[in-house]
């Protein structure tokens, strides 16, 4: 079946430090590809999605490259802010039924 | 157009009794989408339905827990006999037909205790 595997957290950081949270998933057929962000108390809001190979998602300095070589879709950003801190979530939707599967998500910590 | 609305915010009920838990999805989308969250744990999936139909519920307990997603309303999932261990934050995602790019919208979830 399909599933999606991401780094276990938490990850801490340092103000504008690199993040790097990784990735890779099992899917039939050709997935869309999807990071989601959960700040406390709230729900799940996309943060970016690629559709297809080599496509890069990108949206508040976060990026992620659908690479279907090495089936995966980390996450970067190159400066990170405290405001940053928050659950990231990797999902996938199949190609054959719609179906939406998430990974179990990294918690990221900025402190100043 | 209202995104994903799902009520009650926070459920509070004592072991044994059902928790009626309620999602209505955006507007034109008919796949729904339930999801369980422990607390300091990841999104578990639990169920997938179109309307009328549960389409995957692979991931749903096969006691006590039930979905449904009828042609009119609100989808709703029921958790009869409560347990301690039920306690979490639920959350729906409504997706739009038949586009499988386009993103799953979450509502703010529910927060069930089981007291």
């Known amino acids: 079946g399909n599933s999606v595997t991401q780094m276990e957290g938490p990850v801490t950081l340092s103000e504008e430090a690199f993040l790097t949270i990784n990735c890779t998933y099992t899917?039939?057929?050709?997935?869309?590809l999807f990071w989601y962000v959960q700040y406390p108390g709230e729900g799940l809001q996309l943060l970016l999605k690629?559709?297809?190979?080599?496509d890069k998602g990108s949206n508040k300095g976060f990026e992620a490259t659908y690479r279907k070589e090495t089936t995966s879709f980390h996450l970067e950003k190159g400066s990170v802010q405290v405001s940053d801190s928050a659950v990231y979530f990797c999902a996938l939707k199949s190609s054959n039924n719609n179906d939406m599967r998430f990974g179990a998500g990294t918690r990221l910590t900025v402190k100043p | 157009n209202a995104g994903v609305m799902q009520n009650p915010r926070h459920l509070v009920r004592r072991r044994g009794q059902e928790a009626r838990l309620r999602c209505s999805p955006m507007?034109?989308?008919?796949?729904v989408y339930w999801y369980r969250q422990l607390p300091e744990e990841g999104l578990k999936f639990m169920v997938y339905l179109q309307k009328e139909n549960i389409i995957d519920e692979s991931g749903m307990p096969k006691e006590r827990f039930s979905a449904e997603f009828p042609k009119e309303g609100p989808s709703i999932l029921r958790i009869q006999q409560v347990v301690r261990g039920d306690s979490a934050a639920y959350f729906c995602?409504?997706?739009?037909?038949?586009?499988?790019?386009?993103?799953?919208?979450f509502g703010q979830g529910t927060r069930l205790t089981v007291v």
């Open positions: 507007k034109g989308h008919s796949h």
């Open positions: 899917a039939t057929g050709y997935p869309s």
């Open positions: 690629a559709t297809k190979a080599d």
């Open positions: 995602a409504s997706s739009l037909m038949t586009d499988m790019n386009t993103e799953a919208f």
